[in-house]
């Protein structure tokens, strides 16, 4: 069965440096999104993304959250400047439609030191 | 706006009793429902999905949902617990005019032998 798959599982970063997580949707899936996971904490919605441009946004996704797809495959998510609050554990998802079940990527653990 | 409350952080059943994970919704307009169950380190995989079309809602692994709208609720259930089914669920749900899941806190079953 297709499915999502993130790199780099783990990521290790000091504060202030910009980090890119990366994200291979399946395939023929058109919407793309991010989700984080703070420990101990809520899944929270980050962004979508549809048709070359974020659809919709949440409050925690500011100027330092960015999103890009570069080439047909990848989906990326930068955080330009980060910080201790984003540590955490990154999900990408993708759906087919706007409606349908989102399939997740196992994640990507950020640590911010 | 929507929400997802999980009664139970954490629920205990012993191998072949009863599985009941509760979830409540609030919406005001239909909506989306969701149930995702997260292994250890892995990402969120669906195990069903209300849509509408009918209540009672089978899912994969032997588990099924009911939605109640007079109860705004969507509790998880599964007639005999198997080990395997050790993990956090997740209740979601989405609605027509957003692309966002928005999640519970989750609920972490223990299966006893």
């Known amino acids: 069965e297709p499915e999502v798959t993130q790199t780099p599982s783990h990521q290790v970063t000091q504060m202030g440096q910009e980090v890119i997580l990366r994200c291979v949707p399946i395939s023929n899936h058109l919407y793309f999104y991010w989700y984080r996971q703070i420990l101990g904490q809520k899944v929270e919605f980050l962004v979508s993304?549809?048709?070359?441009?974020?659809?919709?946004k949440s409050e925690i996704f500011d100027d330092q959250f960015s999103v890009e797809r570069p080439d047909g495959s990848n989906f990326t998510l930068k955080i330009r400047s980060t910080k201790l609050e984003d540590s955490a554990m990154y999900f990408c998802?993708?759906?087919?439609?706007?409606?349908?079940?989102?399939?997740f990527g196992n994640g990507t653990r950020l640590t911010v030191t | 706006a929507q929400s997802v409350t999980q009664l139970g952080s954490h629920v205990s059943v012993s191998e072949g009793a009863l599985v009941l994970l509760r979830c409540n919704y609030s919406s005001s307009v239909p909506p989306y429902l969701f149930w995702y169950v997260q292994y250890p380190n892995q990402g969120l995989q669906l195990l069903l999905k209300y849509t509408s079309a009918a209540t009672l809602v089978k899912g994969i692994n032997g588990f099924e949902a009911e939605f109640k709208k007079s109860e705004t609720s969507f509790h998880l259930t599964k007639p005999s617990a198997h080990m395997s089914d050790a993990a956090e669920y997740f209740c979601?749900?989405?609605?027509?005019?957003?692309?966002?899941?928005?999640f519970g806190s989750g609920t972490r079953l223990l299966v006893r032998p």
């Open positions: 979601a749900v989405k609605v027509d005019s957003s692309y966002k899941l928005i």
């Open positions: 998802a993708s759906s087919g439609s706007g409606n349908s079940p989102l399939h």
């Open positions: 993304f549809y048709n070359n441009e974020i659809s919709e």
